[in-house]
């Protein structure tokens, strides 16, 4: 079974546990710390956040951020590079995070998700197969949720920063529906995003091309 992201436009701008892209960030308190950019020093950009499948520690929202100041110069598709990072929040007592001044923070144009479960033999095929099926473009299938990667380059497992063991995948993620909505995985890549169980909210993402 292939649990399929497929793109919904309809999406309240409130702050939410729900998967969506583009908006701004939900997270708890109100001291969120927001991404910077290791190679430039520039915020990163809030691509969208995941509501996770239920998971042996909890079910936990991801907060994935890119930077986009000079794309394509700060090794924003590395996992351990400090061009992008992925934030683990607790879905509890959320609001919205207002982005900081400077640098290239926010996609205005916001969507959201929903999962259509699909029988088919890897994502690849699911992402056809429903798209022909629903009579769509394949572009409104936004990535899967669990099951197995579909690499387009070579398999790139990141390490867990607390533990050091392999993470666990949790998504891949196609760039979006349209070019408004895109995000910038090097023109028709996927991203890859993986977390740790081993209980210190690690999470990380990488993109390939
Ligand atoms: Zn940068
Ligand atoms: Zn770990």
């Given at each position: 079974m292939i649990s399929?992201?497929i793109?919904?436009?309809?999406s309240?701008?409130s702050?939410?546990?729900e998967t969506?892209?583009g908006?701004k960030?939900?997270a708890p308190?109100h001291?969120f710390?927001w991404?910077?950019c290791?190679?430039c020093n520039?915020?990163?950009?809030?691509?969208?956040q995941l509501?996770?499948k239920?998971?042996?520690d909890?079910?936990p929202?991801?907060?994935?951020f890119?930077?986009?100041?000079?794309?394509g110069?700060?090794d924003?598709w590395?996992?351990?590079?400090?061009g992008?990072?992925?934030?683990s929040?607790?879905?509890?007592?959320?609001?919205l995070?207002e982005?900081?001044n400077g640098?290239?923070?926010?996609?205005?144009i916001?969507?959201g998700?929903i999962?259509?479960?699909?029988?088919?033999?890897?994502?690849?095929t699911?992402?056809v197969d429903?798209a022909?099926a629903?009579?769509?473009?394949p572009?409104e299938?936004l990535g899967?949720?669990?099951?197995?990667?579909?690499?387009?380059?070579?398999?790139e497992v990141?390490?867990?920063?607390?533990?050091?063991n392999?993470?666990s995948?949790?998504?891949?993620?196609e760039q979006g529906?349209?070019?408004?909505?895109?995000m910038?995985?090097?023109?028709?890549?996927?991203?890859?995003?993986?977390?740790c169980?081993?209980?210190?909210h690690?999470?990380?993402m990488?993109?390939?091309?």
């Open positions: 399929l992201l793109n919904n436009s309809n309240d701008s702050a939410s546990c969506r892209f908006g960030p939900s308190g001291n710390a991404p910077t290791k190679t520039g915020n990163m950009q809030f691509l969208g509501r996770l239920k998971q042996d909890g079910e929202l991801l907060l994935l890119m930077c986009q100041n000079d794309p110069l700060c924003e590395d996992a351990n590079a400090g992008n990072k992925v934030v929040v607790d879905c509890q007592s959320l609001s995070v982005p900081p640098g290239d923070t926010i996609r205005p916001l969507h998700a999962l259509v479960d699909v029988e088919s033999e890897n994502y690849d699911a992402r429903w022909v629903a009579d769509v473009n572009q299938v899967q949720l669990a099951g197995q990667p579909s690499w387009i380059q070579g398999e990141p390490v867990c920063d607390s533990c050091n392999p993470m995948f949790v998504a891949q993620l529906p349209d070019w408004e909505t895109a910038n995985f090097g023109g028709g890549g996927c991203a890859y995003v993986y977390r169980s081993c209980g210190k690690q999470a990380k990488l993109w390939q091309c």
